[in-house]
């Protein structure tokens, strides 16, 4: 699973035999393995009936117990990425509702003097996109230096993947978006008049 297959040597079992405490039997079948598998328990019967069956097991099963460790670490990544971006998003959220709070009174203004509710949304969007992809930038510098130090628990990716920065990235830059949508969508609709009087 990991690295080379080390050297291996081959040697007759009748001139090994009292050398090995044990052997692995490896059967190519066809079919469901579940029905197989008591078949071959049977069959190493027949050939020695001193012969002590242990264990059968998939080649599936065997990757999932070797993988175990890989998947656990894999979702609790996912799970924690999960958690960090809604975090981020909620935060981003906050922040921008608090300072567009702030500005009512700017915005009615604006609404006031003919401003319509896309030129205010955009003003707003325009104005916290900076502070996005200056986040999301800082995100994707520090996955890429940190990616190099679990890089041996990646398996058939690369800690640095292009894909799976793009993904993240756009991910990233849509939720921060809406985030930002939400209460600029809300400024859009301050009254003017009551912005006006609110102090």
């Not at 071959?40 to 175990?68: F, K």
């Not at 909620?90 to 700017?106: D, M, N, P, Y």
Request: glycine share 8%.
């Amino acid at each position: 699973m990991r690295g080379g297959i080390p050297r291996q040597v081959f040697v007759s079992m009748d001139s090994a035999i009292r050398t090995i405490s044990g052997v692995n039997v490896f059967a190519r079948i066809q079919g469901d393995p579940r029905v197989v598998m008591p078949q071959l328990r049977d069959q190493a019967r027949r050939i020695d009936s001193n012969l002590i069956v242990t264990d059968i097991h998939t080649l599936g099963e065997q990757l999932n117990r070797r993988l175990s460790n890989e998947r656990l670490l894999s979702f609790l990544s996912v799970g924690f990425a999960l958690l960090v971006s809604l975090l981020a998003v909620i935060g981003l959220h906050g922040v921008l509702s608090f300072v567009v709070a702030r500005r009512t009174r700017e915005i009615g203004i604006r609404i006031a003097l003919g401003a319509d509710k896309g030129r205010v949304i955009r003003l707003i969007i325009m104005e916290m996109l900076p502070v996005i992809l200056s986040g999301i930038a800082a995100g994707v510098i520090t996955g890429l230096l940190c990616g190099r130090l679990v890089e041996n628990q990646l398996f058939g990716v690369k800690a640095a993947d292009p894909p799976v920065f793009v993904v993240g990235v756009a991910v990233l830059l849509t939720a921060s978006t809406l985030a930002a949508f939400i209460p600029a969508w809300r400024a859009s609709r301050i009254n003017p008049m009551a912005s006006l009087r609110h102090e």
